[in-house]
């Protein structure tokens, strides 16, 4: 058994609770303190460290670094399971490991570069969905100052330690049994003769006046949607639902940010979602046409190697998954990694049900989750059936309610199979996100010092020259929008050691630029092939006086530092 298997959690065919994947995590960095090193990016009110795993060589030695998060959403535990895979698969390719789906110069350039993984962003959210099966769109706290009116509180009613749903028979109801799926509840149609029903949350009614029962929140009995809360075109309610009190109110969506300013070396980031099958790219709030050209034919490579690799689409945010055309969405977290931290970011949406479901495609992706028939919520409850052990669609149970009287309780528990891929899936998604991942990180650049040349000019006078050249698919500057960002600063080089002219002991030779152009950018077309001149190198010359040692380093806090040492007889 290999070392990692050895310490294998089990993340690849089960969703771990909160001290499974601490121990994960814990496991990788004891077992190798040099590859790996686990920090807490901060402590949730429920008292959970949200962590964060470093991957690398020289951890303390800054170099161009990838990020992969998940879990901000607490149903959504598959990203979790998934950033846990891309880590595991980076600490093999150190160990010397294959990797099914990494080439050998993919993981060469893998093993250059630092991974960040936050496997879990809201540990208390995911927490509570797993041990109690209750809906929480992020965090479970509501912490409005607000709270006189009636809500629902979402809680196990029947003993039976979930919180699930509950239905009561309502001649006002919007739902009726199917026909052909007993227990399954479909839309209301005029011909359907009843018994109706109303859904409600598994529950109680807080501040009820005894009759006027509250709509139930799509953010559940939470006030915050931690996608709402990054500080990147934030907006305040109403104008953006879940918003928080302010950007980066939550201190989850905090430790993040404070985390990403503290890393200007990010250029890739992957956001992980469920559910869809989909990946999201910029722009969220802007047409393809006002996008850098480069970052766009960036983007298209992503597409091609997704549709390869995992079979998902990938969609523009503006185009194709706005909830209301013309009104995007505001403070989230891929913009926020993209516009304002300068790194190649995109969401996965994880598992394809509608594909596995045989649901029909639409003109926008996002419609894919609400134009629903009554035929296709048929259709998604018989692939429960057949193809997830009925994990779904659960039977109803009589019980009396406190508040309502009479109700049924269970009926509908969505968590595995329909939010996330059934157990038995979970392997072959991990396999192909992280094969993908590992293409895009391979875009890293790559800062390299050539052979100098040492010319005598005098008695202990010598002219060093050197190249200077970046052999990344990316520019130093990461995409070509993130060039104007003022942080993202130009290569500089420091000379050290021996006597050295002032002038030739720091200097800045600018930005190199990268051999990568994506796809569909010119390159490619072979009645006009052309490539540009020596954008991707640089020389250096410098007199020094006296025998021995010296250190050229060349550093940005894009890239990193790389030096070399050359020796002066």
């Known amino acids: 058994m290999s070392t990692l298997a050895s310490l294998h959690r089990g993340f690849r065919a089960d969703y771990l609770d909160y001290d499974t994947l601490t121990a994960q995590l814990r496991a990788w960095a004891d077992a190798h303190p040099t590859l790996c090193r686990l920090e807490s990016l901060g402590r949730t009110p429920e008292g959970r460290e949200i962590w964060i795993l470093s991957v690398g060589l020289e951890l303390d030695r800054p170099r161009p670094a990838a990020w992969v998060d998940g879990n901000m959403h607490a149903s959504e535990v598959c990203g979790s399971s998934v950033a846990l895979a891309i ?9 010397g490991e294959p990797v099914d789906g990494i080439s050998p110069k993919v993981a060469e350039v893998l093993r250059a570069i630092h991974l960040h993984v936050v496997p879990r962003i809201s540990p208390d959210g995911a927490e509570a969905v797993l041990k109690t099966g209750r809906y929480v769109r992020s965090v479970p706290r509501d912490l409005r100052p607000n709270q006189e009116h009636a809500r629902w509180i979402c809680e196990d009613v029947d ?86 009190r302010y950007a980066g109110s939550e201190p989850e969506t905090r430790a993040v940010v404070e985390a990403a300013m503290a890393r200007p070396n990010l250029f890739a980031w992957l956001n992980l979602h469920t559910f869809g099958g989909v990946l999201i790219r910029p722009l969220g709030a802007a047409p393809d046409a006002k996008m850098a050209p480069g970052d766009l034919a960036l983007f298209r490579q992503l597409e091609q190697w997704a549709t390869e690799l995992t079979g998902y689409p990938t969609v523009s945010g503006f185009h194709q998954f706005l909830y209301e055309p013309d009104k995007p969405l505001h403070g989230d977290l891929s913009d926020f990694a993209y516009h304002q931290r300068g790194a190649f970011a995109w969401v996965c949406e994880l598992w394809d049900l509608f594909e596995q479901a045989g649901l029909p495609k639409r003109d926008r992706f996002v419609d894919r989750y609400s134009h629903l028939d009554r035929e296709h919520v048929v259709q998604l409850a018989k692939w429960d059936r057949d193809h997830n052990q009925s994990a779904v669609i659960r039977p109803w149970k009589k019980h009396v309610h406190p508040q309502l009287g009479e109700v049924e309780v269970g009926g509908l528990d969505p968590r595995f199979g329909f939010w996330n891929p059934p157990r038995d899936r979970l392997a072959e998604v991990c396999r192909a996100q992280s094969a993908l991942f590992a293409r895009v990180a391979a875009w890293s650049p790559r800062v390299v010092l050539g052979e100098p040349t040492i010319t005598p000019l005098a008695e202990g006078v010598h002219r060093v020259e050197l190249e200077v050249a970046n052999h990344g698919y990316l520019a130093t500057y990461g995409i070509d929008s993130a060039k104007a960002l003022p ?35 010119g390159g490619s077309a072979l009645y006009f092939q052309r490539s540009r001149g020596s954008v991707s190198r640089a020389r250096v010359s410098f007199v020094v006086r006296g025998q021995g040692d010296v250190t050229v380093r060349v550093r940005s806090c894009r890239v990193g530092t790389t030096e070399r040492t050359i020796r002066i007889d």
Request: net charge negative; no cysteine; glycine share 10%.
């Open 87 to 95: 880590a595991e698969d980076v600490l093999a390719l150190h160990l």
């Open 159 to 244: 003993g039976d330690g979930l919180a699930l749903v509950m239905r009561q028979q309502d001649p006002t109801g919007e739902y009726v049994e199917s026909t052909e799926f007993p227990g399954l509840l479909v839309p209301r149609e005029l011909d359907d003769e009843g018994p109706f029903y109303k859904i409600y949350p598994e529950g109680r009614v807080e501040n009820w006046d005894g009759f006027t029962i509250p709509d139930p929140y799509f953010l559940s009995d939470n006030d915050t949607d931690l996608n709402r809360n990054f500080p990147y075109h934030w907006a305040p309610e109403p104008q953006q639902a879940g918003a928080g």
């Open 487 to 521: 942080w993202n600063e130009p290569l500089h080089v420091e000379v050290e050691g021996l006597e050295v002219d002032a002038a030739d002991r720091k200097r800045t030779i600018g930005h190199l630029e990268g051999w990568g152009r994506g796809r569909w950018s």
